[in-house]
């Protein structure tokens, strides 16, 4: 038999040594909040992601995980780096989370380092890991710790360094000591929700994925509702302006990891050169980091939109070509793009593509560019 508090005690330190900055461990109950969950699901708050809904059942009881499981960790790693992003429009903004290497995998190793130091510690212990891609409600857990609490923007916040930070999880089959978990220190300050572009968080600790940019851009498979295009600006996958709004994130502090740090290619690129990548093009540039998962077609597509919004007539070649791209999704877009800047000559393409184009939703998209071109001509 073992002594839970030491065992506990040098479980935290060996988490420090590997690089998280902070563990919570809780014991694992029922999902805390579940009737929340449950209508957040209802509501079709989730948007495309089906397996949310699939695995509803797994992510309200972590027995359906891991039988026998007696705690859940929650492991905190910083990745910020602190680059400030300049506003021009031809490049393009990606979230600071996806600058350098794929968390997943950088995260993974450590976890699988952990393991084999609780295996060490205590025989036969039974333990699975997640890294954003379990049936595991990760910031749910980590806010039912010491770790931190969920902001009203839905991200975990510490009072040591804000909310730049990956989270990885454990259950084991084991019990530990655990801790009184962090008051929420949010109070009344409703910076992110005032300062979210789409209004996607609908109430505090409530965001409708439907309306997140980081959804649009990364997770939805389809055509961006064109009402929310002209809000997504030049954010080209995911979106920080919750987090950079947040008073904790004065704390923030750079990240001792540098697998984390920016690769050239993901600091405000230049549009107009990413929408001629080919998929082979894409998974070669992208490789290693978490935007080669969204695909070349939605990437592209993200981009479109960007150059749209840009408003900038050198961006009319560019957009001339992605009307002739094999996705259609990026030629939805392309159309879109090419109403939204000025001069006759987006019109000119836009009725030559017209006469080539057979896909439904392409053609549709071109004559509702096109009366929009008339619209703001004629008036």
Known sequence: MFDIVPLTARIREEAIRLGFFKVGIVPADPLPFAGHFDTWLDLGMHGDMHYMERQAHKRKNPRLVLDEVRSILVLAMNYHTGELLSQETLKGKISSYAWGSDYHAVIAKKLKALQRFLAAQIPNIRSIGYVDSGPVMEKVWGAESALGWMGKHSNLITREIGSWFFIGILL????????????????????????????????????????????????????????????????????????????????????????????????????????????????????????????????????????????????????????????????????????????????????????????????????????????????
């Open 172 to 379: 084991v089959d084991v019990a530990l000591a655990y801790e009184r978990k962090e008051k929420d220190f949010c109070g009344t300050c409703a910076r992110c929700l005032n300062a979210c572009p789409t209004g996607a968080i609908v109430a505090p600790y409530v965001v409708d994925a439907r309306l997140c940019i980081s959804y649009l851009t990364i997770e939805h498979k389809g055509s961006i509702p064109r009402v929310l295009r002209p809000m997504i600006g030049n954010r080209i996958f995911g979106c920080d302006d919750c987090q950079e709004i947040c008073p904790w994130n004065r704390f923030a502090r750079q990240t001792s990891e540098s697998c984390f740090h920016p690769r050239p290619e993901n600091l405000m690129p230049e549009l107009a050169p990413l929408v001629a990548l080919t998929p082979a093009e894409f998974d070669a540039h992208f490789s290693g980091t978490p935007i080669r998962r969204t695909g070349r077609d939605r990437f592209v597509r993200n981009v479109v939109v960007a150059l749209g919004n840009s408003h900038d007539r050198g961006a009319i070649p560019t957009l001339a070509g992605a009307l002739t791209d094999p996705s259609p999704t990026v030629r939805v877009h392309a159309a879109w793009a090419l109403g939204e800047l000025p001069g006759d000559a987006p019109r000119r393409l836009l009725e030559s593509a017209r006469i080539h184009e057979n896909d439904p939703e392409v053609l549709g998209e071109i004559s509702l560019a096109l009366h929009e071109l008339t619209s703001r001509t004629s008036s």
